[in-house]
């Protein structure tokens, strides 16, 4: 890391969290950039929610430290917004309501976060349904609402918890992209796990690789495409060569297993990219 | 650009619905914490810990506050073996008994036959519907004094009461239970050419006990109403009156024992209901 | 056609809808309805209703015409006794008694059971340790504790009040309880996610979410609270529509039993009507199940 290297915006640094005896997840260490989606992916049940809660700081380290722009965090941290798999829309607010939540509680008026909350209710696609209610939204309106509501109140990292598994393939798809197109309008460091090897090299500049039990940092892997990116990315060949190898990875039984031969094609990345190095794909 | 929106609100529902059982089977616990679950004998413990609490703020309350005639825990505890073996309370508690059951025995026959005609036939069910939600809507033991006067102080008068008391819920559950059958069963019935009287005992039947189950639950606590009240004002031999009597002569740790017996014995009543639940319909899972 | 629901086995609150029960009211997509004819269908249940109206008339009329007296009276003779009864005011001092002790006596239980289940919804040893007493008070026919406030207070408004509130009281707890209970933790995370502080966890999460459980517990409180005041009013009371009732049937009056037995119909009838509404207004955003 130079001096001009951009201070990660999140660092988790030598993670370990107990439930008791179990230790679910043991030594994680990574760092996101401002402005940088890292994906996380590993199997079932591995520890990748609870990772996210404690970056969200639902869930304090048993040991190690999880930093959001240089400050650790044990409690919900300012300018942190989460989106769940659950939407967790509150059922007896109404979309504006729901949307309008994190201003709210944080002591806005009503009248004051009006503006940015119907921009953004227009701005994932929802204009018209302010004032319904989730029970009458589909699963992908509300995740929608529930991204409105993580971005209303402008933040710096974005922790996105398998927001799209709880959704029909055609609906996952259509709102891949339109997250996408979302945040580049203003890019913001973001976690985004998920159980879909497609969705993480799609959605990620790099994606960390848990395994194990308890979960581990096994890999990261850069995956090298450029942004914007658009549905044309998936037919990509980069796009393949990252996603099998992710696929042999993550499928063998289990951590350590011997990566294949399409690895030396890959890279492996520890760090973010440094301002200096920034060439775009390739080895680092 | 927004994209057109269909919602499927039952979709939705259920998506969210799923979405939410899969993440909390996965946390341990919101907190983060795992749940450890107390041991029935911790639990036990606690709760026996309480009520001898509860007795004793009651006790020493008593002594200090209210006149001597005021029940109290030392008192009602030590007539217990009185009570049980007086022969009024004895012939009491079973003439009180023994008509809620047959009451509860009349008004399950009565109640599931007219819940079934009302459940199966859409007419007889809009004939009937003001009669019947007026009588579940008004307090049933309006109509003691009512039935005092056609069946004098007379038991007859309480079982009439317990039988009109249980037949409203079970007319209602049943009925409920008989409309809301699945078309889908009528239609296998139907396939097989099963005569309409098969159609009622084989599929009409037995899809409305789970109902007629939890309208015999609720029956069970509105009878035992009724029976009081009709024993209070028709002075009739019966556990009622028992407390009736012992509380206006003094008595009144012999009244509690009895009104212990009295609460046992809906729970009991209620207990055996949900026992036959889970085992007369071990198809029926309630969520 | 509104009515109040049916309850079926294994759900705690007698009363109160089960959820996940055999369904009433989401069957299996394949439910049909029984030959739907378009207007003939409308007609034929308009004429359902009617015979049935006409039907209970015309049966009171006839037996009442041809019993004594003292069994049982004609609608109509029904109808002017009641008549009598608003033109001397009678009528009208009871509701007021009447009403006066529910109100006071339904608002306390309100008050109490919601305190008392959002209480023992946060403090789990306090559940854990009195659940099978309140179970048991629950199932407790309240009536029977009539006699022991008679002997301690005697006649009057207090006691009448502390009868319906007996009555009232353990399903506005109940319901309050399981509401508060079963507050979903993932809710709770997400409040937490936004920094909500716990005053506002109570405000924005805890309490929107209760309140329709509250409001099932108001519906069956408004039901039980009237047998209350009804059973008071027949052992505790000079004044109100249960007396009235006892009074009558001292003197074998049918006709005024009759007529402030229709009076007490149509009043329950509306409580149940209101219940129901206040239930559904707090339960709008509930996912329809």
Not at chain 2, 226 to 241: K, P, R, S, T
């Amino acid at each position: 890391m130079t001096e001009s290297a951009p201070e990660a915006m999140i660092r988790i640094d030598r993670l370990t969290k107990r439930y008791g005896e179990r230790a679910v997840l043991q030594d994680v260490s990574f760092d996101v950039a401002p402005g940088e989606i890292v994906s996380v992916v590993g199997p079932s049940g591995c520890g990748k929610t609870t990772l996210l809660r404690s970056i969200a700081g639902l869930a304090p380290p048993s040991e190690g430290s999880v930093s959001i722009a240089g400050r650790e965090v044990t409690e919900p941290a300012e300018g942190v917004a989460v989106v769940f798999q659950h939407f967790g829309l509150f059922p007896w607010k109404t979309v504006f309501g729901n949307v309008a939540y994190g201003l709210t509680v944080a002591g806005m008026r009503r009248k004051d976060a009006e503006p940015r909350v119907r921009q953004l209710i227009s701005l994932v696609g929802l204009e018209g349904f302010e004032k319904s209610y989730p029970y009458q939204l589909s699963g992908g309106m509300q995740q929608r609402a529930g991204l409105a509501r993580a971005l209303a109140i402008e933040p710096r990292v974005l922790v996105m918890d398998e927001p799209f598994a709880s959704l029909d393939a055609q609906t996952r798809d259509l709102l891949q992209l339109e997250l996408l197109r979302i945040w580049e309008q203003r890019p913001t460091a973001m976690v985004f796990v998920t159980h879909s090897i497609d969705e993480a090299v799609l959605m990620g500049d790099r994606i960390v690789i848990l395994s194990g039990r308890p979960s581990h940092v096994h890999d990261i892997v850069d995956v090298g495409i450029g942004r914007p990116r658009g549905r044309e990315v998936v037919d990509s060949e980069r796009f393949r060569v990252v996603r099998d190898y992710l696929w042999t990875v993550v499928m063998s039984n289990g951590a350590g297993q011997s990566r294949p031969g399409s690895a030396d094609e890959v890279t492996r990345a520890g760090d973010p990219p440094s301002a200096e190095s920034a060439e775009g794909p390739g080895p680092i | 650009m927004s994209l057109p929106a269909q919602p499927p609100a039952a979709a939705a529902a259920g998506t969210a619905a799923r979405g939410l059982r899969a993440a909390r089977a996965r946390q341990p616990r919101a907190d983060g914490e795992p749940q450890h679950a107390h041991s029935r004998g911790q639990i036990m413990a606690v709760r026996v810990i309480a009520g001898m609490v509860i007795l004793a703020i009651w006790q020493f309350g008593a002594m200090a506050f209210a006149p001597a005639y005021i029940p109290r825990p030392s008192r009602t505890i030590t007539q217990i073996p009185g009570v049980l073996s007086d022969q009024q309370f004895l012939s009491g508690t079973a003439s009180t008994l023994l008509a809620i059951l047959e009451g509860l025995l009349i008004a399950v026959v009565i109640g599931t036959v007219i819940g079934l005609i009302m459940g199966r036939l859409r007419d007889v069910d809009r004939a009937l519907r003001l009669y019947v939600n007026s009588f579940y809507a008004m307090p049933i033991v309006a109509l003691v004094p009512l039935l005092t006067v056609w069946f004098g102080y007379t038991p007859n008068a309480r079982l009439a009461i317990i039988v009109i008391e249980a037949t409203l819920p079970i007319v209602f559950n049943v009925a409920e239970g008989a409309r809301s059958i699945s078309g889908s069963y009528e239609d296998v019935a139907r396939t097989y050419r099963a005569p309409w009287w098969r159609v009622w005992t084989g599929v009409a039947l037995p899809a409305s006990l789970p109902y007629l189950l939890g309208g015999l639950d609720l029956a069970i606590g509105r009878a035992l109403i009724g029976a009081v009240v009709a024993e209070f004002i028709a002075g009739l031999n019966g556990i009622g009156y028992y407390i009736l009597f012992n509380v206006r002569s003094f008595h009144q740790d012999d009244a509690v024992v009895a009104v212990c017996v009295l609460i046992a014995f809906a729970l009991v009543l209620r207990a055996l209901i949900n026992l036959a639940v889970r085992r007369g319909l071990p198809w029926y899972r309630a969520a | 056609m509104t009515q109040p629901r049916p309850s079926t086995p294994g759900s705690p609150a007698p009363g109160s809808p089960a959820p996940g029960s055999p369904a009433p009211g989401s069957p299996a997509p394949a439910a049909r309805r029984r030959r739907l004819r378009a207007p003939t269908g409308r007609w034929r249940a308009v004429l359902a209703y009617a015979v049935g109206l006409a039907g209970g008339v015309v049966v009171w009329q006839v037996l009442g015409s041809h019993s004594s007296s003292e069994v049982f009276v004609s609608l109509s003779a029904t109808l002017s006794r009641l008549g009598q009864l608003i033109s001397d005011g009678s009528l009208q001092s009871a509701l007021t008694a009447s009403f006066s002790v529910y109100a006071v006596g339904v608002a306390l239980a309100i008050v109490t059971g919601a305190a008392g289940g959002l209480l023992f919804a946060r403090r789990a040893l306090l559940r854990l340790a009195l659940e099978p007493y309140l179970i048991a008070l629950y199932a407790a026919p309240m009536v029977a504790l009539i006699p022991f406030l008679l002997a301690l207070m005697g006649f009057g408004f207090w006691p009448k009040v502390i009868v319906v509130w007996l009555f009232a009281y353990f399903p506005v707890q109940f319901n309050t309880q399981r509401g508060a209970q079963s507050i979903a933790p993932e809710l709770i995370d997400v409040a937490r996610s936004f920094r909500t502080r716990e005053r506002d966890i109570w405000l924005h999460v805890a309490i929107p979410y209760t309140l329709p459980y509250l409001m099932t517990g108001v519906r069956q409180a408004l039901a039980r609270g009237l047998v209350g005041m009804i059973a008071a009013e027949f052992f505790l009371s000079a004044t109100g529509l249960g007396s009235l009732l006892i009074i009558a049937s001292e003197r074998f009056d049918t006709a005024e039993m009759l007529a402030v037995t229709l009076v007490i119909t149509l009043v329950g009838v509306a409580l149940m009507a209101i219940g129901r509404l206040i239930e559904a207004r707090f339960a709008r955003w509930r996912v329809q199940q």
